[in-house]
């Protein structure tokens, strides 16, 4: 659908790029809002059966958590060519390393990245939008940002500023949730001042947010160059301690069910104020 706005909408200016992200949102939430409250009008028990449909067909945590043992299991394993291909699936673009530690960093980022992008971004969301309109609205977002920057012609970059920005404010307050949540179910100390003192230097600042947070909570190193098809791409360093390697990934894979399970008490707790 973002690809299709882009196509009939795009003019390659800023303008044109607003009215179609505008369009866009209409177009998916608005059907949306009223499939929510025709549920809601039927019974509490539809709207609470959308609410669970919706909740599986958008979080993605359990593939994340799937991906991230597999890669595991193959570098325990020493079966790197294996796990360098599982990560190249994962992330839908080709991995050139051929070490298990960079394997395993990059895995370890790529985990971290799809929890926030595809868990606690949409349950933040969730909380804040009635229904299901916040799963919606986020990976919405998410997907038009990254196809109208990506799929665009080059010389129609323009058309995808908008969309860039709106995901940028969209993103912001949940970008930092996860990385508090992160620092509470891992190293406190170490995550806050990975937080403060790299994330700005990472490609994307905001996303290092999320990556030098978990990076610290974890306490292992992050970023770093990495060998890929026999150059050296350098990266600034994320975390604290020794380099991910694959023991590393079990331990981040427990403490992303641990910042779960954290979302699930703040679930709770707003389910309680809601119902006194």
Not at 47 to 58: E, P, S
Not at 73 to 87: H, I, N, Q, T, Y
Not at 189 to 210: L, M, N, T, Y
């Amino acid at each position: 659908m973002c690809l299709s706005a882009a196509k009939r909408l795009s003019a390659g200016d800023r303008n044109s790029g607003i009215v179609a992200w505008f369009a866009l949102m209409v177009a998916v939430l608005v059907p949306a809002a009223l499939v929510t409250a025709l549920a809601a009008a039927i019974h509490p028990f539809a709207l609470w059966l959308l609410d669970i449909a919706t909740l599986y067909a958008t979080l993605r945590f359990l593939r994340t958590a799937g991906e991230l043992g597999a890669i595991e299991k193959l570098l325990r394993e020493g079966e790197v060519a294996a796990a360098a291909s599982r990560l190249a699936q994962w992330r839908a673009e080709p991995v050139a390393v051929d070490d298990a530690s960079s394997v395993a960093r990059l895995a370890a980022e790529q985990a971290l990245r799809e929890a926030h992008q595809g868990a606690f971004a949409p349950l933040f969301w969730y909380l804040v939008l009635p229904g299901p309109l916040g799963l919606v609205l986020y990976p919405l977002a998410l997907r038009a940002a990254q196809a109208w920057e990506q799929v665009v012609d080059p010389d129609e970059r323009d058309f995808g500023w908008f969309a860039g920005r709106a995901f940028h404010a969209i993103d912001w307050i949940p970008q930092r949730l996860t990385a508090f949540a992160f620092a509470v179910v891992g190293d406190f100390e170490d995550a806050i001042f990975c937080w403060r003192s790299q994330a700005a230097a990472w490609g994307h600042p905001e996303e290092g947010i999320v990556l030098a947070s978990g990076a610290g909570a974890l306490g292992v190193r992050l970023g770093d160059p990495i060998s890929a098809s026999g150059a050296l791409v350098a990266r600034p360093t994320l975390g604290v301690g020794e380099g991910a390697r694959e023991d590393a990934l079990a331990s981040l894979e427990a403490m992303l069910w641990r910042a779960l399970a954290l979302w699930l008490i703040v679930f709770l707790l707003q389910a309680a104020l809601h119902f006194r």
